[in-house]
């Protein structure tokens, strides 16, 4: 409450240095704000978190406020901050899926891809297989013609939670589905036989790989195929080393240089006879079967 | 003492939606007004009558020119506290009753309590609102809401209170009561500066006039002194006038009707009513009365309009 | 300082007297009874159905309340010219801003206590929530209550030069957008054009940022077991202050703009 009228010089510079302060200190608030919570990152139309609603309020423009929550999903999951670091934990990874499938039942790489982001072990995804089935099973409500959301579902039940015959019935069931190509039922059977868990894995992932679209399932897939390489690549060498040793009483000098799929080589010590992945290769090791 | 400088005020509107151009509303008025006079500030619509008190409240920011009130600039809010006015067709907030405007406009004065209370009763009372003091504006009909304005117009017992077109909307005993009032004011020294259109009224209540028309001032001074200038000849009555008396005294009027008993004339310029009056009393005729003929203040707004 | 609590007060009385209030906080609450039904329709986690919906519908009601009743006051109050009157007062014309303002602002606050009445009465219906659940709606009431004095400020603003058509569509258009000024922003980065990018930034601080105003919803509200959202009290303290800033800048905008204007 300066002195000076409305129509006085005190008033208009008492409201021009309020209007500069505040314009000045509005930055580092909305800083100090980013900093505190990732709450810039969060699904923060927070009051809507309820599909159902935010459906309701979109007022014919769900399939635009779709594309919005997508493209919000996968900032909220591959997201860097600027040490590079991505989010460690993705508590709303699966409400947004939700909020964007229920705008947008047809979009299909939300089901797909948002199973995979959820159902990955922490740190690289939610570690939510059971809710990645939920969504895909939302997802085969609305597309009980997609064998391929059917697949999906058996992928997750064997890789992430390694239930083998609850995989094979779900591929089973994938095959029944008109149009689903002839490999699904080899693979149910394959599944069901719980032989060769891992030539199953890296065919499963080669054609996660192959057919993937988007980047993020790509990197995800090629991932796990390097490392199922890097896993049987080890397995080998190690069992070489051990032979050489049970043969002359010693581990071999070197092993020549293998290299593992990204390039770099084994890491080879000859004095105690372990191999490992180079620390500094570009191989991003995952947990395997 | 003038209580009201205007000096060279001059207002433009930018009209046009695209390109304005800027229109005259007021050009170049000064004008002063005495402390205790009743002031009026005459013209047709669209005079700029309204503007010049806009501009006096500081509601708009003139172009060019100053007005002080009380010896202070237009804008200054002291002096706010010191006087009082009635916009054109005023409005106020509908959902309020007669009793709780005047109580909030007191506090913006800083009054409260109970003689705030007193002085709201006091006015209701004055302005003749009484009976309806606790209904809602809304029901209120535009002469209701006229004397509400006048009221909240004085609620700070001003020392100089601004009416723009007080009369406009009231029935004629409204008006009347709107006269007493004001003369009312002139009696307790307030001064009182009143726009109107409406002349009797003006006729009646003011000490001086000012008149304008688009946007500028065309005279002021007391009623008196800007009609006696235009005296333009006279009326002469007669009675028991003869064909033989039309006959001889036409070249000398220019208007003759006759009305039963009585002859009404009219006289241009001296000599024709010399001519005229020594027709009459050369041949014994009735005299009834001879007026000077002063325009009306309806007939010099006339000629003001028309003529310019 | 009276004559602004004066006129505060004098907006109050006027937006208590408006049928449009009752209505609105009346489909308010008729929306927050419904979401019982909604919530019986989910398995398990009624609560949360009902608070998301709940504080939902006080959102979104308080921002018409703002939009419509804020609008449509400064409208009338320079439309139907009693503003003239008032302007003559010894009244300064920031005073009148602020007034209308914290009139505003006095509005809004019943409004939503009512509405936050309404809801803790349909959380205790079903009778699952914690006692502390009932203590926490307040902060996140109070951050909802901070957006919408944020909004009703737009709207002062807007409605200082435009019309209230207009006023009301800025207002809710800015909303809109406010709500997805993070998304504004992660688009210029991905962009990857420099400019784009640097304008992404730009309109992240221009905007007013009604994300920052989401930190307690249903969860954060009930915070169950194993299913809780933390409050942090920082990010709060932030989100006032923010609230704060973006305030005193709009007035003293519209102060500013309102200091200058004609009123023909
Ligand atoms: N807001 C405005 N914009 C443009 N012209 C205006 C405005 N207000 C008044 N005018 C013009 O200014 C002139 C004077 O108007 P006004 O002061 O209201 O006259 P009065 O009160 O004597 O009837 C008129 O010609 C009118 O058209
Ligand atoms: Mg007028």
Not at chain 1, 46 to 74: C, H, Q
Not at chain 2, 184 to 209: K, M, N, Q, W, Y
Not at chain 2, 258 to 266: C, F, N, T, V
Not at chain 3, 217 to 243: K, N
Request: charged letters at 20%; hydrophobic letters at 45%; a neutral charge.
């Amino acid at each position: 409450m300066k002195s000076g009228g409305g129509r006085h010089p005190g008033t208009r510079s008492g409201a021009v240095a309020a209007l500069v302060l505040a314009a000045l200190l509005v930055k580092p608030v909305q800083d100090f704000i980013d900093a505190r919570a990732p709450a810039g990152e969060e699904p923060d139309l927070l009051f809507f978190n309820s599909p159902e609603l935010v459906r309701k309020m979109a007022l014919g423009f769900e399939p635009l406020l779709a594309d919005l929550y997508w493209m919000r999903t996968i900032q909220y999951y591959g997201r860097r901050d600027d040490e590079g670091r991505r989010r460690e934990s993705f508590e709303n990874l699966h409400t947004l899926l939700d909020i964007t499938t229920t705008l947008d039942p047809g979009l299909q790489d939300a089901y797909r891809a948002g199973s995979c982001f959820l159902s990955e072990p922490p740190p690289v995804g939610a570690g939510q297989p059971e809710l990645a089935l939920e969504l895909l099973e939302k997802g085969a409500r609305s597309h009980p013609l997609q064998w391929r959301l059917v697949y999906e579902r058996g992928f997750v039940h064997y890789l992430y939670l390694k239930d083998y015959a609850a995989a094979g019935e779900t591929w089973l069931e994938a095959a029944r589905v008109p149009g689903a190509p002839e490999w699904l039922a080899g693979l149910a059977a394959m599944a069901l036989s719980k032989g060769g868990a891992e030539e199953i894995a890296v065919s499963l992932w080669r054609r996660q790989y192959e057919e993937a679209t988007s980047d993020a399932v790509r990197d995800n897939a090629r991932n796990h195929l390097h490392s199922l390489q890097v896993k049987r690549d080890l397995a080998a060498l190690r069992d070489r080393i051990e032979r050489h040793r049970a043969a002359t009483g010693s581990f071999p000098p070197s092993l020549g240089t293998p290299r593992d799929p990204m390039g770099t080589p084994y890491a080879y010590d000859p004095r105690s006879g372990r191999v490992d992945l180079d620390p500094a290769s570009a191989v991003r090791c995952l947990d395997v079967p | 003492m003038a209580v009201i400088e205007i000096e060279n005020l001059t207002k433009d509107f930018a009209v046009g939606f695209w390109r304005k151009r800027p229109v005259r509303a007021l050009d170049g008025l000064s004008l002063e007004v005495r402390a205790g006079e009743i002031f009026g500030f005459l013209g047709p619509n669209g005079a700029g009558k309204s503007t010049t008190l806009k501009l006096l409240m500081h509601l708009l920011s003139p172009t060019s020119g100053s007005a002080r009130i009380l010896g202070r600039p237009a804008g200054d809010t002291a002096m706010h506290e010191r006087i009082g006015y009635l916009p054109e067709n005023p409005y106020f907030y509908d959902y309020l009753t007669p009793r709780e405007l005047l109580t909030f406009m007191g506090r913006l004065f800083g009054m409260g309590g109970a003689p705030l209370a007193r002085k709201v009763r006091e006015l209701v009372g004055e302005v003749g609102l009484a009976a309806s003091a606790d209904l809602q504006l809304r029901k209120f009909s535009k002469g209701m809401v006229q004397r509400l304005g006048i009221a909240q117009a004085l609620i700070n017992e001003p020392e100089v209170v601004f009416l723009d077109e007080p009369m406009s909307g009231l029935d004629p005993l409204g008006r009347m009561e709107v006269r007493r009032i004001v003369t009312g004011l002139r009696e307790r020294g307030v001064t009182v500066f009143l726009s109107s259109h409406i002349l009797p009224d003006v006729e009646a209540i003011c000490d001086r006039v000012a008149i304008l028309n688009r946007g500028r001032l065309q005279e002021a001074g007391t009623l008196e002194d800007i009609l006696r200038a235009r005296i333009s000849g006279h009326e002469v009555i007669l009675s028991g006038w003869t064909e033989g008396t039309l006959e001889a005294i036409r070249p000398w009027c220019s208007e003759v009707r006759a009305m039963g008993e009585r002859l009404h004339l009219r006289a241009d310029d001296r000599e024709d009513l010399e001519a005229v009056l020594g027709f009459v009393f050369a041949h014994g005729l009735e005299l009834v009365s001879v007026n000077p003929i002063r325009p009306s203040l309806e007939e010099y707004f006339q000629t003001l309009v028309v003529g310019k | 300082m009276n004559r602004i609590l004066a006129i505060a007060r004098n907006t109050f009385r006027e937006t208590v007297r408006d049928k449009i209030l009752y209505n609105l906080i009346l489909f308010a609450l008729v929306m927050i009874g419904s979401s019982l039904a909604l919530g019986q329709l989910t398995l398990g986690n009624e609560d949360k159905v009902i608070l998301d919906l709940g504080l939902g519908a006080i959102s979104v009601f308080g921002l018409l309340i703002a939009i419509f009743i804020g609008i449509g006051l400064v409208y009338k109050e320079l439309e139907k010219r009693t503003v003239y009157a008032l302007l003559a007062k010894p009244v300064r014309r920031y005073e009148l801003v602020l007034g209308k303002y914290l009139g505003l602002l006095w509005t809004l606050g019943v409004n939503l206590a009512v509405m936050t009445a309404g809801l803790a009465l349909a959380l205790g219906y079903t009778g699952r929530a914690p006692a502390g659940a009932y203590w926490r709606l307040l902060p996140a009431v109070g951050l909802i209550f901070l957006s919408l004095a944020l909004a009703t400020a737009l709207a002062l603003l807007f409605s200082t030069f435009s019309t209230p058509a207009l006023a009301a569509l800025f207002t809710f258009f800015l909303w809109v957008i406010g709500h997805f000024n993070a998304d504004l922003r992660t688009f210029g980065e991905l962009s990857g054009s420099p400019a784009v990018e640097a304008l992404g930034r730009a309109l992240y601080y221009v905007i007013p940022n009604f994300g920052n105003f989401n930190l307690i919803d249903g969860r954060g509200v009930l915070q169950t077991a194993g299913y809780a959202r933390p409050i942090d009290p920082w990010a709060v303290a932030g989100a006032g202050a923010y609230a704060l800033l973006f305030i005193a800048f709009l007035l003293a905008l519209s102060v500013i703009i309102f200091a200058r204007r004609d009123f023909k």
